[in-house]
């Protein structure tokens, strides 16, 4: 179209060009056709200046984006919501023994460590095959400049919701302060804080299951001081209501202290690859009626409890590498706990049955140590390989109702001394920063008896909010 | 005369204790390249930590102790935003206990917030790799971004430190006086690169590319955070074939298996850029991390 009208003006300007010699009609016909050539002039004119007029907007426009100035959010209703993240874990598990029976054979009663007071903790696949692990939900936000929020509620395979962690944390306190309060993991050690998911091996330590049923918890308050040093050197004193073994809290009625902890951290780089961390930690309690299953001489069930003062004392260590080039890492841990007990037991609070007929109270007292160490090494791209070595010391323990011949030793099988060990070796595989899925082997010899052989398929996926983790 | 002495003494200590307390503003930088820019502008009158070597991946720091240490004692905090420190940095800010350098704070900064963003996804889903919601966050690889965060960062520093307010202006005026010049300077010599086609390894390089117009055909990361296979390699391979790369381009923090398997199989030679101040020993500050990157991309091959 506009190549036709471009051709007609041309045409029209050779014809107007043309030399004149020819009459009045003549004239009058030239004049017309000026009259359209200037008409078209002014079309074009005005076409070519509408164009210009865009061609500056666009111009203007992109300048004012190029301009420095914060970027809008959305303002939808939504936009303060909290950040949520969601952990999706499962496993099959294939196990020499029957991680359900205890080698005694009664009926119902789940294998546990020799040598120790059960702490309920889980330490075994829950049955051999397809187990779906505890998914955890978490949520959390600032609240408003002075606090932030934390909640972290563990869906168990068998349908029963469990709330893990349930905080407040103070934001910025100043002087190096930090204050929490509500449900959290106690700071004790190094691997007590990390979820299950950060873990670097499918099952808790040795130790950590003996010593806290897996892990410490507290409904109460924690406050840290981070010293004003170019080393890291922290303090933490933690006190409230403690959650599980070797406590018996939940049950307690009373005002004033009830558990308590103490924590200090020490910390540094050795050049830029490498970095560690020092702790020693210690926690008390005072369990009362603190209650465990055992079966007697008579082969008979029975309830046995504990009242008395429960100390533990622990010592930490990690050290990490990371080089500047490649994807290679490697990561030590290690950690000792020593817990000393004493108090009475009772033997066969309960009923009035087994070999005999009444119920026994006598002293107690027991020292029991444990230490774990274990490494990992990221050899490749996504790829990791670990080994950890954990073993607890045969307990020293005095029990009266033995020294005084009120009960035979088989009486209170499960304390009869046993220096249980474990060795377990992993290897994992992570695609992304967002999911891992683990192999491991264990050979396991918390009991008397044949050991145990254990292999793990595991899967550990997290959805959502990109959540920091710590050191 | 003894008296006076003394008295000489005392007011020299109480000085000099007074210009320590003066000269010292604490400043954490999450990358050397913001600890280099506040440099050029603080100089002496800061003390400047950096958390990241310019030969670590700045995504995979953890929050470690030192790191909780030296954020106790600062009074401003240098970080990149865009979520780049994600990871680690929030962990370090609650760990810290330190009120300064909260995000509501005077002493919390972030560059990305004077830049416009590049890369910016257009949905957010895991699907694609780990991906920045508010864009890419590498914004210190294009030079003329500089002026405008040492603008907000001379204002900023004037702010926490007002006495010395006229010193961070002035430094800043230099320091933008001297960087048009370099700009222009290396535009002219970097001027045969636009439109050159390359392969970059990870969108390290997008605000050099979008700078110096180079031509991004490809990226050997199939998905950002995400190592590439010897199948996507191939994959790559085969769709650059035709375009005859320039050059493929790694930083030098990324490891280099994917950028030499691509170079050795297509020909095309590997440039690698120091990404930041520090990564090697030419480059010492922000201006020898430009003349560097302008040079090793006009070399000749």
């Keep these: 179209m506009k190549h036709v009208s471009i051709i007609v003006l041309a045409a029209y300007g050779a014809l107007a060009s043309f030399p004149m010699t020819a009459a009045a009609e003549a004239a009058a016909d030239v004049s017309a056709l000026r009259a359209e050539i200037a008409q078209l002039k002014a079309a074009y004119e005005e076409r070519i200046q509408a164009l210009e007029r865009r061609l500056n907007q666009v111009q203007a426009q992109s300048a004012t984006t190029v301009a420095p100035a914060a ?31 205890d080698t005694s054979g009664a009926a119902g009663r789940e294998r546990r460590i020799q040598g120790l007071m059960p702490s309920g903790g889980e330490f075994n696949p829950e049955a051999r095959s397809w187990n779906l692990g505890e998914s955890e939900l978490a949520i959390s936000a600032n ?18 919701v469990s709330v893990e962690e349930a905080n407040i944390q103070t934001l910025g306190l100043g002087a190096g302060l930090n204050i929490k309060a509500g449900r959290f993991l106690s700071g004790i050690g190094y691997a007590n804080e990390q979820h299950p998911h950060a873990w670097d091996f499918s099952n808790a330590s040795l130790p950590h299951q003996a010593f806290f049923g897996a892990q410490l918890g507290y409904d109460g308050m924690q406050i840290k001081w981070l010293a004003p040093t170019d080393m890291f050197l922290e303090f933490g004193l933690e006190t409230g209501r403690a959650r599980g ?29 490498h970095s560690w961390r020092l702790g020693a930690s210690y926690f008390a309690t005072q369990p009362g009626d603190r209650a465990y299953e055992d079966i007697d001489s008579s082969g008979t069930r029975v309830t046995n409890r ?38 009475q037991l009772t033997y066969n609070g309960d009923n009035a049955v087994g070999a005999f007929a009444a119920a026994a109270t006598g002293d107690l007292s027991s020292t029991q140590s444990g230490l774990y160490a274990q490494g990992v090494w990221g050899f490749a791209p996504a790829w990791r390989v670990g080994y950890r070595y954990d ?16 009960l035979a030793a088989n009486d209170l099988p499960l304390l009869e001394a046993f220096e249980p060990k474990r060795q377990t070796l992993m290897l994992d595989w992570s695609r992304s920063e967002f999911s891992r899925i683990r192999l491991q082997f264990a050979h396991d010899r918390t009991r008397p008896g044949a050991a145990d052989r254990q292999i793990w398929l595991h899967y550990i996926m997290s959805l959502g909010a990109h959540g920091a983790h710590k050191f | 005369m003894k008296l006076s002495m003394l008295k000489y003494c005392l007011a020299l200590l109480a000085a000099s204790l007074w210009a320590a307390s003066a000269l010292a503003l604490n400043v954490f930088a999450t990358v050397p390249e913001w600890a280099a820019l506040a ?21 995979r720091i953890e929050a470690k102790p030192s790191l909780i240490a030296r954020a106790r004692n600062a009074d401003l905090l240098l970080a990149t935003g865009a979520e780049l420190e994600v990871g680690w940095l929030p962990v370090i800010l609650r760990e810290s206990g330190n009120a300064r350098i909260q995000p509501s704070a005077l002493g919390y900064f972030e560059a990305v917030a004077y830049v416009k963003m590049l890369d910016v996804p257009g949905r957010l889903d ?21 002026p405008k965060i040492a603008a907000a960062l001379a204002t900023r520093l004037a702010q926490l430190d007002a006495a010395n307010a006229a010193q961070y202006r002035m430094a800043y005026a230099k320091f933008v006086e001297r960087w048009q010049a370099n700009l222009a300077r290396w535009e002219k010599q970097a001027a045969p690169l636009r439109g050159q086609p390359v392969v970059v390894q990870h969108k390290s390089f997008s605000y050099l590319i979008d700078w110096l117009g180079l031509k991004e ?12 296979s010897a199948a996507h390699l191939a994959r790559v391979l085969e769709q650059t074939r035709a375009q005859k790369p320039r050059w493929v381009i790694r930083a030098a923090w990324e490891n280099n298996r994917a950028a030499d398997g691509f170079a050795a199989q297509s020909g095309a030679p590997v440039a690698v850029l120091p990404f930041t101040v520090g990564a090697d020993d030419q480059v010492k500050d922000l201006t020898a991390l430009f003349d560097e990157t302008v040079a090793r991309l006009s070399a000749a091959h």
């Excluded at chain 1, 622990?314 to 000792?336: C, I, N, R, T």
Aim: charged share 25%.
């Design chain 2, 126 to 146: 895991r699907a694609d790799g780990d991906v920045h919601a508010s864009g890419n966050p590498h914004i210190h690889t294009d030079p003329r971004n500089y």
């Design chain 2, 217 to 228: 055909i490809a990226v050997l990361e199939p998905k950002p955070g995400v190592e590439a």
């Design chain 1, 71 to 101: 970027r809008p959010v959305a303002a939808a209703a939504n936009a303060f919501n909290p950040a949520i993240s969601l952990i999706l874990s499962g496993m099959t598990t294939s196990t020499k023994l029957d991680p359900r029976q």
């Design chain 1, 245 to 273: 073994f070797p406590s018996s809290d939940a049950a307690r009625n009373k005002n004033g202290l009830m558990s308590g902890s103490a924590f200090a951290r020490l910390g540094d780089d050795v050049g830029r690859e």
């Design chain 1, 306 to 343: 504990f009242s008395g003062t429960s100390r533990t004392v622990g010592l930490d260590v990690v050290w990490k590498w990371k080089p500047h080039y490649g994807a290679q890492s490697f990561k030590f841990q290690s950690e000792w706990f020593r817990r000393k007990e004493s108090g």
């Design chain 1, 143 to 160: 609240i408003d400049p002075h606090f932030r929020g934390t909640l972290l509620a563990a869906l168990s395979p068998a349908n029963e």
């Design chain 2, 39 to 59: 440099q050029e502008i603080g100089g002496d009158r800061l003390k400047i930590v950096t958390a990241t070597g310019a030969l670590q991946d700045p995504h």
């Design chain 1, 391 to 406: 073993q607890l010391g045969r307990r020293a323990t005095r029990i009266g109702l033995i020294d005084q011949g009120v």
